[in-house]
C-alpha cells in the first residue's frame, strides 16, 4: 500500500506553498490599484488583471484573462433549436471570480510535462518509490509514457503554437497539478458549469455571439457539417489560437477547434438532481462543492465541441459524454494508457486553464489534480508497478523572489 503523506504536513505545504492569501506567490495577476485600461475585476480592495505566466526554464507561456463572479442558469430552455435531453433542466448557478486561460494549452506548452518521462526514468528511481509513494502528495506527479506513434495522434496538426490534444482527463489534471507546482500558483480544470459560465460569457443565447449559427466561421473552426472532400480545406485542420473573434470575457476559440475538457463526471439526466438540490436549499448551485466528480473513467463532460462537430454540438450549453473505451480503441497497449487516448473524437480534445481568484482547500483541490475514479487510479498503479509509467518528486523554483520575471501583468496601467 502507499505510504500516506502525514495529514498535517500535507495541508501546510499545499496551504502554505500554493494558497496563503498573503505570501507572495498570489501575487501574479493582482493590482492594489485599478487599471486605467483593459479588463479587471475587484475582489475586496484589490483587482484581478489579465498576465502573462511563463513557465519555469521553458521559453514557453500562456495568458490568463479574469473573468467576473456571478450567477447564471446552467443549460439550455426547451426552445433552443439543436437542443439535446441532457441540457436541461436549467438551474441557477453562482460562479466566484477566476482566472481563464485566453487561449487552449498548447503543444509547445504540454511538452515539457511529457518531457518529465525522460527525466524520471533518468533519475533511476526505484519501481519500490513508484508502488510507496503516495501519488496524491503534493509535490508529486505521473508523467505521460511516450506516444507509439506521434503522427498518427497530431494528424491534424502538429506544432509548438497549436493546441494540445489526445490526453486523458487524467492527464490533463496532472498536468495541472505539474504546472501549479512550477509556478507557485494553483492551475486547474473548470467544472463543467464554471465552463458554461465563461464560455457564455454573459450572454443567453444558443452561442456566445447569438442564437443563430450563422456567422459562426467568425467565431470557431468547425467543418459546419462539410464532409471530407477537401483535404486542404484550413477548417479541416488545428489553428493557432486567438485568430477567431473571442466571446464577450476576451476567451478564443470556446466553441469547435478542440473540445476541452471538464472535471466533472457526465449526467443522463442532465441537471435533474442539481434541480432538486437548488429547490431544497432555495440557493443556486455551487460549482466546485457541488460538482459531480468523476467515479470511472468514462462518462465526464467534454465541452465547447470541435472541429468535426455539427454546428448545434458547439453552443454554449451543448455537452458531450466521454467513452473512455471507444477513444482507446487503437491502443494496442494492455493495459492501455491511463494518459493517452488514440481515437477520435479525441485527437480533436484539449483543455483550457482555469484558476480560482479566492484559495481552494488542499482537499479541494487534490480531486481537481489526482482523479478520484477508482480504475484510473488502478490503471495508473498497475502502469507504475510493471515500470511502464513513471512518477516523480517535482521541485518548485529554487528562489520564488524570481517568480516577477516569469509573470507579467498584461495591459494595466496604474490609475493616477
Not at 180 to 194: C, F, W
Not at 227 to 238: A, V, Y
Not at 249 to 262: A, K, Q, R, Y
Request: hydrophobic letters at 35%; charged letters at 25%; aromatic letters at 12%.
Amino acid at each position: 500500500m502507499p505510504t500516506r503523506h502525514p495529514p498535517l504536513l500535507w495541508f501546510f505545504f499545499s496551504a502554505a506553498c500554493l494558497l496563503h492569501p498573503d505570501g507572495p506567490l498570489l501575487a501574479t495577476g493582482w493590482s492594489d490599484t485599478k487599471p486605467e485600461s483593459g479588463p479587471s475585476v475587484r475582489v475586496g480592495d484589490r483587482w484581478m488583471v489579465p498576465y502573462r505566466q511563463r513557465i519555469p526554464g521553458t521559453d514557453q507561456s500562456f495568458d490568463m484573462v479574469p473573468i467576473p463572479g456571478g450567477t447564471f442558469k446552467i443549460g439550455s430552455p426547451q426552445t433552443e433549436l439543436g437542443r439535446k435531453f441532457d441540457e436541461g433542466p436549467q438551474v441557477q448557478v453562482k460562479v466566484s471570480p477566476l482566472w481563464v486561460g485566453r487561449l487552449e494549452v498548447t503543444q509547445g506548452e504540454y511538452q515539457h510535462y511529457e518531457d518529465l518521462y525522460t527525466r524520471f526514468k533518468k533519475s533511476e528511481v526505484s519501481r519500490e518509490f513508484a508502488r510507496t509513494v503516495d501519488r496524491d502528495r503534493v509535490d508529486v506527479v505521473t508523467a505521460p509514457t511516450a506516444i507509439y506513434d506521434p503522427a498518427s495522434i497530431h494528424e491534424f496538426g502538429l506544432g509548438d503554437h497549436l493546441p494540445a490534444v489526445a490526453m486523458t482527463q487524467y492527464a490533463a489534471m496532472q498536468y495541472t497539478k505539474w504546472l501549479s507546482i512550477v509556478t507557485g500558483d494553483p492551475y486547474r480544470l473548470p467544472t463543467e458549469a464554471e465552463w458554461e459560465y465563461a464560455c457564455r460569457g454573459g450572454t443567453t443565447g444558443a452561442y456566445s455571439w447569438g442564437n443563430a449559427a450563422e456567422g459562426y466561421g467568425d467565431y470557431a473552426w468547425n467543418f459546419g457539417g462539410k464532409s471530407w472532400t477537401d483535404q486542404n480545406d484550413e477548417e479541416f485542420r488545428l489553428h493557432q489560437g486567438g485568430q477567431k473573434k473571442p466571446n464577450p470575457f476576451g476567451l478564443f476559440d470556446m466553441h469547435g477547434h478542440v473540445g476541452e475538457w471538464t472535471a466533472s463526471a457526465y449526467t443522463r439526466d442532465g441537471y435533474a438532481g442539481w434541480q432538486a438540490l437548488a429547490s431544497q436549499r432555495k440557493r443556486p448551485i455551487d460549482p466546485i462543492a457541488d460538482n459531480r466528480w468523476p467515479r470511472v473513467a468514462t462518462s465526464c463532460v467534454v465541452r465547447g465541441g470541435h472541429l468535426d462537430s455539427e454546428l448545434a454540438e458547439i453552443r454554449s450549453a451543448s455537452r458531450l459524454e466521454s467513452d473512455d473505451d471507444e477513444w482507446k480503441d487503437e491502443d494496442a497497449n494492455y493495459p492501455q494508457s491511463p494518459w493517452w487516448h488514440t481515437t477520435d473524437p479525441a485527437r480533436i480534445i484539449g483543455f483550457r486553464l482555469f484558476r480560482s481568484a479566492e484559495p481552494l482547500s488542499p482537499e479541494t483541490l487534490s480531486k481537481f489534480w489526482n482523479h478520484t475514479a477508482a480504475d484510473v487510479r488502478e490503471d495508473v498503479d498497475s502502469r507504475l508497478a510493471g515500470g511502464r509509467g513513471a512518477v516523480g518528486v517535482v521541485k518548485r523554483p529554487a528562489s520564488f523572489a524570481e517568480r516577477p520575471a516569469d509573470a507579467k501583468q498584461l495591459n494595466v496601467a496604474p490609475k493616477k
